[in-house]
């Protein structure tokens, strides 16, 4: 028997359209927290320190004990264990659990019905930010996508494809197609 359309292929991998150049190809990146994000915090036995945090534009979350706590630019992970550390100052072993209960918006702009800021959903693709946004213009190049990450200083071109991805804090634009 023959594998399903899926088999084989990695999440966020597309099959069909034009293949985006080499430097710009998508590669699945792990979450990052950024400003914006809200978590929710558990340290159990410890219902003081267990409640919603939000990360802060300067990338920090204001945490009772310890003070500000860097966050932007970790990993859950990564963040749950330097929490942790931070912590064993002033609780033994603490037993920390974080989830992000609230992801930051995403943009999209251009040729859209609806260019603006929108909440971020698990699993967004391109195809489900632009239905977000109304649809596409008339104008829209349905071919390719560009996309600039959270934190990196450039847009990159994509295929546009249903399984194109997009992650809490990137910038979607919608190109205009050549008549």
Same mark, same amino acid.
């Given at each position: 028997?023959?594998?399903?359309?899926?088999?084989?292929? %990695?999440?966020?991998?597309? /099959?069909?359209?034009? /293949?985006?150049?080499?430097?710009?190809?998508?590669?699945?990146?792990?979450?990052?927290?950024?400003? /914006?994000?809200?978590?929710?915090?558990?340290?159990?036995?410890?219902?003081?320190?267990?409640?919603?945090?939000?990360?802060? %534009?300067?990338?920090?979350?204001?945490?009772?004990?310890?003070?500000?706590?860097?966050?932007?630019?970790? #990993?859950?992970?990564?963040?749950?264990?330097?929490?942790? #550390? /931070?912590?064993?100052? $002033?609780?033994?072993? !603490?037993?920390?659990?974080?989830?992000? #209960?609230?992801?930051?918006?995403?943009?999209?702009?251009?040729?859209?019905?609806? !260019?603006?800021? $929108?909440?971020?959903?698990?699993?967004?693709?391109?195809?489900?930010?632009? %239905?977000?946004?109304?649809?596409?213009?008339?104008?829209?190049?349905?071919?390719?996508?560009?996309?600039?990450?959270?934190?990196? !200083?450039?847009?990159?071109? $994509?295929?546009?494809?249903?399984?194109?991805?997009?992650?809490?804090?990137?910038?979607?634009?919608?190109?205009?197609?050549?008549?």
């Amino acid at each position: 028997p023959r594998p399903g359309p899926r088999a084989g292929r %990695a999440r966020g991998a597309h /099959a069909g359209g034009p /293949a985006a150049p080499t430097n710009s190809a998508w590669r699945p990146v792990e979450y990052r927290l950024g400003p /914006a994000d809200q978590l929710r915090i558990t340290v159990f036995n410890e219902p003081g320190l267990t409640g919603p945090f939000v990360v802060g %534009a300067q990338g920090a979350i204001a945490y009772p004990l310890v003070g500000d706590i860097r966050a932007a630019g970790l #990993t859950v992970p990564e963040f749950t264990e330097a929490l942790r #550390t /931070a912590l064993q100052e $002033y609780v033994r072993t !603490p037993n920390v659990s974080v989830e992000v #209960t609230n992801y930051r918006p995403f943009f999209i702009l251009g040729e859209v019905t609806r !260019p603006g800021s $929108y909440p971020y959903v698990i699993d967004l693709t391109v195809m489900n930010a632009v %239905a977000t946004a109304g649809g596409f213009t008339y104008r829209a190049n349905r071919s390719r996508v560009f996309i600039r990450h959270a934190n990196a !200083p450039d847009e990159a071109a $994509y295929p546009l494809t249903a399984t194109t991805p997009v992650l809490p804090g990137d910038t979607v634009r919608i190109g205009e197609r050549i008549f």
